[in-house]
Every structure is written in structure tokens, then in C-alpha cells.
């Protein structure tokens, strides 16, 4: 059974620049979360889609934005880079909404100069 | 303040010692708690969860609630080289709800 897959593992972005990130969840699971993990704040959530649905929120500007297709795989985007996005991104599936068995990707390592 | 604190570490062991890893938390309404381990450029790896107080063993992983003291625990019994790692408590108030992490204590087994 594949795991959580998420494309690319690395990215290079100068400031200002937008950059998407994609995730693919494990067959047959619904939820996808996204969070963003640093050395100074540990991981933050970010939000959670389910069924094409943005369902929770977390506290991030609104310049992050995702969104979720059909086949549940969902991208998130992250416009006007600042240095301080500079972080591991990393996406979660699991089958119903919330985290109680969450199933983490290798993340996308993106770094913004 | 965040509402689940973790000791950074790191913390060093011998191969065979016993570990424990801790977590306190302030919201009372926390129900589900979990324990990922992350290794180095990896995303974190679900270890275990418990729901409400107690106990819960698998294998050499045990993991405690004590929800009257806030605190929660994870065990490693005989400890090896490749439970090195960084160690990550989560929890949340139900099943519909993000999880929250701590910041996650390093962990060295050393041969």
C-alpha cells in the first residue's frame, strides 16, 4: 500500500514569489491536513480538507491556501514569499476528518531566499 | 504559551537503557493522545495513540496518560541504535480536531 506522496521534496523560491505544493493521500483516505514545521516553532497546522472541503482552519495569514480535488489529492499555495516560510511543509491523510490516525508524507523542504 | 510543552533534550542513552519521554499540556478538553517519531529528513511516523487516561503497550512502547496531572508519557524498553530519533507528542480534544504537537525531544541510543 503507497504512502502519503508529496511533490517536489525540495524548493528554492525567491521572496515574492507564489509556490504550490502537492499531496497525494493513501488510497481509499478522505482527510487531508497540511502543517508547516520550523526549529522555532515546531509543527503548525495549518488546515484540513475533507471531501473537496476546507473543514478546519489554523491560524496562518491568508496568504496559504489550499484546496482538494475529486480524488482527494490536494495542493496548497503560498503566495508573496517571505523568508519566514521557509520551513518543511507536510501533509497528513487520514480516512475521516481529524487527526487521531494521521499518516504524515516525507514533506517538501522549501526554502525562500 | 503553547499548549503542549516537550522538553527539546537532547537525550542520550545506552543501547538497552530504558527511555522515557514526557509531555505536559494545559487544555483540560485534550482526550486523544498520540506519539509520532520523526527521523531525520522523514516526515513523522504514528507510533501510538491513546484515548482518555491509562496505559497502552506495544511492544517495546508503552505510552501513560494522567490526565489529573496533564502529563503524558512514552516508554522504550530496551532501547536500540535506531530508535534514534526525534520524538513528538500530539493530542487533540476530539476526533474531528488538528492536531497539536510539542516541539519534540531528540533522543541518541548510543551502541
Known amino acids: 500500500k503507497a504512502g502519503v506522496t508529496q511533490t517536489p521534496r525540495y524548493l528554492i523560491k525567491t521572496r515574492g514569489q507564489q509556490v504550490t505544493l502537492s499531496c497525494s493521500p493513501i488510497?481509499?483516505?478522505?482527510?487531508v491536513s497540511w502543517y508547516q514545521q520550523t526549529p522555532g516553532q515546531g509543527l503548525q497546522f495549518l488546515f484540513e480538507?475533507?471531501?473537496?472541503?476546507?473543514?478546519n482552519k489554523g491560524n496562518f495569514p491568508g496568504r496559504f491556501s489550499g484546496r482538494q480535488f475529486s480524488n482527494s489529492r490536494s495542493e496548497m499555495n503560498v503566495s508573496t514569499l517571505e523568508l519566514g516560510d521557509s520551513a518543511l511543509y507536510l501533509c497528513?491523510?487520514?480516512?475521516?476528518?481529524?487527526?487521531?490516525?494521521?499518516?504524515f508524507g516525507q514533506g517538501t523542504r522549501l526554502t525562500v531566499v | 504559551q503553547k499548549e503542549v510543552e516537550q522538553d527539546p533534550g537532547p537525550l542520550s542513552v545506552p543501547e538497552g537503557a530504558i527511555v522515557s519521554l514526557n509531555c505536559t499540556y494545559s487544555?483540560?478538553?485534550?482526550?486523544?493522545f498520540m506519539w509520532y517519531r520523526q527521523y531525520s529528513r522523514k516526515g513523522p511516523e504514528l507510533l501510538m495513540y491513546?484515548?482518555?487516561?491509562g496505559n497502552k503497550e506495544d511492544g517495546r512502547f508503552t505510552a501513560q496518560v494522567d490526565k489529573s496531572s496533564k502529563y503524558i508519557s512514552l516508554f522504550i524498553r530496551d532501547s536500540q541504535p535506531s530508535d534514534s530519533a526525534t520524538y513528538l507528542c500530539?493530542?487533540?480534544?476530539?476526533?474531528?480536531?488538528?492536531?497539536?504537537f510539542g516541539k519534540g525531544t531528540s533522543l541518541l541510543v548510543t551502541p
Open positions: 497528513a491523510s487520514s480516512l475521516a476528518l481529524g487527526g487521531t490516525e494521521a499518516f
Open positions: 488510497s481509499g483516505h478522505r482527510s
Open positions: 480538507y475533507f471531501s473537496e472541503t476546507q473543514r
Open positions: 487544555n483540560s478538553a485534550f482526550q486523544y
Open positions: 491513546t484515548y482518555s487516561s
Open positions: 500530539a493530542m487533540i480534544p476530539n476526533s474531528g480536531y488538528a492536531l497539536n
